[in-house]
């Protein structure tokens, strides 16, 4: 079967300014990855770790939707893992958390981004287009209600990385 995955952290996120205004002769440092390049390196990771399964002799062969929540460790690496929603195939859910425990471009982190931000990674795997297409829809309401139910509540961070479906059957 061939599969397709999706990366998607697609869910809202506030940027604050950060910075502190230098009063006499401090310093004051920031980063200066930008949050482009923040998400390029996390997407990467979550990418290749994802893959990598699929490029072996023995591939995940279920499909679903597993969204992960955690957050950046001071080491980049990522910390409190916990699954947000499982996809309903422990091979799926397993395989979203350990490409998201495989992190580790979350440090430097870009300027408006603070240290305790909460990060959601939205999986998808599919096994075709029409598959694909119904647990993107399924992504998209669930996001819509939760961004909807968190009103007032920690932001979490978003951002997207997919791969083209014309490879599937």
Same mark, same amino acid.
């Given at each position: 079967?061939?599969?397709?995955?999706?990366?998607?952290?697609? /869910?809202?996120?506030?940027?604050?300014?950060?910075?502190?205004?230098?009063?006499?002769?401090?310093?004051?440092?920031?980063?200066? @990855?930008?949050?482009?390049?923040?998400?390029?390196?996390?997407?990467?990771?979550?990418?290749? $770790?994802? +893959?990598?399964?699929?490029?072996?002799?023995?591939?995940?062969?279920?499909?679903? &939707?597993?969204?992960?929540?955690?957050?950046?460790?001071?080491?980049?690496?990522?910390? +409190?893992?916990?699954?947000?929603?499982?996809?309903?195939?422990?091979?799926?859910?397993?395989?979203? %958390?350990?490409?998201?425990?495989?992190? %580790?471009?979350?440090?430097?982190?870009?300027?408006?981004?603070?240290?305790?931000?909460?990060? &959601?990674?939205?999986?998808?795997?599919?096994?075709? /287009?029409?598959?694909?297409? $119904? &647990?993107?829809?399924?992504?998209?309401?669930?996001?819509? +209600? @939760?961004?909807?139910?968190?009103?007032?509540?920690?932001?979490?961070?978003?951002? /997207?990385?997919?791969?083209?479906?014309?490879? &599937?059957?």
């Amino acid at each position: 079967m061939k599969n397709i995955l999706l990366v998607a952290i697609a /869910t809202s996120f506030a940027l604050s300014p950060i910075g502190i205004q230098a009063q006499n002769d401090d310093i004051v440092v920031s980063s200066s @990855r930008s949050i482009d390049r923040f998400v390029q390196d996390v997407s990467r990771d979550l990418d290749r $770790e994802l +893959n990598r399964p699929m490029m072996r002799s023995n591939p995940v062969t279920g499909t679903g &939707l597993a969204q992960v929540l955690f957050e950046a460790g001071p080491d980049g690496k990522p910390t +409190n893992i916990k699954m947000y929603h499982r996809a309903g195939d422990v091979a799926v859910d397993r395989l979203a %958390r350990r490409a998201v425990a495989k992190i %580790r471009s979350l440090q430097p982190l870009p300027r408006g981004v603070e240290q305790d931000q909460l990060y &959601l990674a939205n999986i998808i795997i599919a096994s075709d /287009t029409r598959e694909f297409d $119904e &647990l993107s829809e399924e992504l998209n309401e669930r996001e819509t +209600n @939760r961004i909807a139910a968190a009103k007032g509540d920690r932001k979490i961070f978003a951002f /997207t990385l997919s791969q083209s479906t014309s490879h &599937l059957n």
